[in-house]
Nanobody, 124 residues
Framework: QVQLVESGGGLVQTVGSLRLSCAAS????????MSWFRQASGKEREFVAA????????DYADSVKGRFSISRDNDRNTGYLKMNSLKPEDTAVYFC?????????????????WGQGTQVTVSS
């Protein structure tokens, strides 16, 4: 069983930056793929970024490529999402998710564990 707790969300102005953290319990995290998804009000949940268990493979949605960076620290059982050049359309609840696969990519069905989400609001 893995429990995930996100933090680092908040209110930021356009072109500002935030770093989200996802603290995981249990040893499974160290061998598991991890991703960030987001859900804006009235919209479906969408993929943002993924990282494999060793941290040497990543994938990004086109809408965030070049602005966001996903990383992880397996010694700390923590994943991160650094968000730069934020835009109002990045406003959403951000969720971290952990898979039992070492690399789960964008496939929502491969993610077994989900955090409760953290709100990111970007003002124009």
């Amino acid at each position: 069983q893995v429990q995930l707790v996100e933090s680092g969300g908040g209110l930021v102005q356009t072109v500002g930056s935030l770093r989200l953290s996802c603290a995981a319990s249990g040893r499974t995290f160290r061998t598991s793929g991890m991703s960030w998804f987001r859900q804006a009000s009235g919209k479906e949940r969408e993929f943002v970024a993924a990282i494999n268990w060793t941290g040497d493979r990543t994938d990004y949605a086109d809408s965030v490529k070049g602005r966001f960076s996903i990383s992880r620290d397996n010694d700390r059982n923590t994943g991160y999402l650094k968000m730069n050049s934020l835009k109002p359309e990045d406003t959403a609840v951000y969720f971290c998710a952990v898979s039992t696969w070492g690399w789960a990519a964008r496939t929502v069905e491969r993610y077994t564990y989900w955090g409760q989400g953290t709100q990111v609001t970007v003002s124009s």
